[in-house]
């Protein structure tokens, strides 16, 4: 064995966190004169990019004091992948934390924060007015923190420490890649990732084109807000991290084009991604005529595809919901 590529032991799972590899992609979009490149971000220990946001939030506090194992009580609204993120780390340190989660959360999600002995706090009844959950699970966030002596919220829509951790995921993508990046393109909930990205590429002086992937029904850049299907990406109120003049260009990218784009990359390049990965797909085929031949686009995969079987990769919800317009997610050689 070439000892140059054996990776050597690390302390601890949370040291596994970054350096996710970068994947040409040479057979996404056939014709294309660009190349495209994957920052798999699922290789990250909890699943997701999102390990990266918990622990820069957490670890930092922790080596301030104001942090302390056995003591301090973590609490976040989150059921999704900050919420697995989190739990690893909380685990790890012996912290305990507790997530505001609320009856649309997977079980699948349930049983993993459970496994990690989280904390669940339900919130079971949406807002009166409407509909939502997200001002009644925030308003439980601020009763636990009066109630539980030594809380700590991360806050992941508002604490720089958010972006701060993608600062990082940008320096790996362009020291890979000798700093020739063209074009980022980069899904958006709390924009973390997007801003990170882009205080590093803009630090640099990086001439890269940052591309916002938003879902229709999000109102992070213009839309209203509207019912959305797949989780992760997108926001229904926006994060006081939003700075809308971060991106220099931004795709909006229905349900639809996340099925579209996921059943490609898995078709195409054999890489089994969740749903805001499939948006980048989307996204790239969309602005494809614009990009120059020779240009290096990058696409940030969040999170892989186990969480989405039963419904992005089930045949049976995606003809459920979107019955009419199955020959774009079937045919294999579907038009680009
Ligand atoms: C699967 C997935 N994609 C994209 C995002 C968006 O990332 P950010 O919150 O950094 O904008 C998230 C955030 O949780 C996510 O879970």
Same mark, same amino acid.
């Given at each position: 064995?070439?000892?140059?590529? =054996? ?60 942090? #302390? ?32 989660? @609320?009856?649309?959360?997977? #079980? ?27 001002? =009644? ?5 601020? #009763? ?36 020739? =990046? ?50 992760? +990406? ?17 795709? +909006? ?15 195409? #390049? ?22 120059? @031949? ?11 595809? @186990? ?13 459920? +919901? ?13 038009? =680009?």
């Amino acid at each position: 064995m070439d000892s140059g590529t =054996v990776n050597r032991p690390v302390k601890g799972v949370l040291a596994t966190i970054g350096n996710t590899p970068l994947v040409e992609l040479t057979s996404l979009i056939p014709g294309f004169g660009g190349r495209v490149y994957g920052k798999l971000e699922f290789f990250n220990p909890g699943g997701s990019v999102k390990d990266r946001s918990a622990a820069s939030m957490i670890l930092s506090k922790i080596r301030s004091g104001e942090l #302390e194992p056995g003591r301090s009580v973590v609490v976040e609204s989150s059921s999704g992948n900050l919420a697995i993120g989190l739990a690893q780390i909380c685990r790890y340190y012996g912290l305990r934390l507790i997530c505001v989660v @609320d009856a649309k959360t997977t #079980e699948q999600n349930l049983a993993i924060l459970r496994a990690y002995q989280v904390g669940l706090s339900m919130v079971s009844e949406p807002d009166a007015e409407t509909g939502e959950f997200l001002s =009644v699970r925030k308003q439980r966030v601020q #009763e636990l923190m009066a109630e539980i002596p030594h809380a700590y919220s991360p806050n992941q829509y508002s604490n720089p420490l958010n972006p701060a951790a993608h600062e990082r995921t940008m320096a790996e993508i362009a020291h890979a890649l000798d700093g020739k =990046v063209d074009y980022l393109f980069c899904s958006t909930s709390t924009t973390g990732t997007l801003n990170g990205c882009a205080a590093y590429a803009r630090a640099q002086g990086l001439s890269t084109t940052l591309v916002a992937v938003d879902a229709v029904g999000s109102v992070l850049y213009g839309l209203p807000a509207a019912p959305r299907l797949i989780p992760g +990406h997108g926001a229904s109120v926006p994060p006081a991290l939003l700075d809308p003049a971060v991106p220099d260009r931004v795709v +909006h990218v229905s349900d639809l084009d996340c099925v579209v784009g996921c059943r490609m990359l898995v078709q195409r #390049e054999a890489i089994l991604a969740g749903g805001s990965s499939g948006a980048t797909v989307s996204a790239l085929r969309r602005l494809r005529s614009e990009v120059p @031949d020779g240009a290096t686009c990058v696409l940030i995969f969040p999170d892989r595809g @186990d969480r989405y079987l039963d419904t992005i990769y089930s045949d049976g919800w995606v003809i459920t +919901h979107f019955g009419e317009a199955t020959h774009l997610w079937k045919d294999d050689d579907v038009e =680009v």
